[in-house]
């Protein structure tokens, strides 16, 4: 089995993306308004893309957004491998803090990387999020 990650266009992201996190909303649902200044790195199983994550650096911090695992591969540590590798990346970018808005069910997840809560709650589409940050 060969593993690997790699920048990747947008549009391969929006597929994972759309697949993955919001399958009932319409394709440009879940492309973002500043996709192209972003950085999309996907995670390959055999080079098929399995894990999709996005960053958007700005001022030292970087957010990243719409990370996402397809569903049959979801609890194989592909999210994982993706997260750890994006978090080491921006020790090497200088980055000083890192954060997301997490799904509420995905806290537990993110604290197994050092990302903490804030005070910050929100609703999206019925949907409770936080978010969280590390400063790195």
């Not at 719409?66 to 609890?75: C, D, L, P, S, V």
């Amino acid at each position: 089995m060969k593993i690997y990650i790699t920048k990747i266009e947008k549009e391969n992201a929006w597929e994972i993306r759309h697949k993955v996190m919001w399958p009932d909303k319409p394709f440009d649902f879940i492309q973002l308004d500043d996709d192209d200044t972003g950085i999309h790195l996907g995670l390959f199983k055999n080079n098929k893309l399995t894990s999709v994550i996005s960053l958007f650096i700005k001022n030292g911090e970087c957010q990243f957004r719409k990370f996402a695992t397809i569903q049959r591969e979801q609890g194989n540590g592909h999210g994982s491998a993706l997260l750890s590798y994006v978090l080491e990346e921006a020790k090497h970018f200088g980055i000083k803090k890192i954060w997301c808005n997490a799904r509420k069910d995905k806290v537990a997840f993110y604290k197994k990387f050092g990302l903490q809560e804030t005070e910050k709650h929100f609703f999206k589409e019925g949907k409770a999020y936080v978010i969280m940050e590390e400063y790195v």
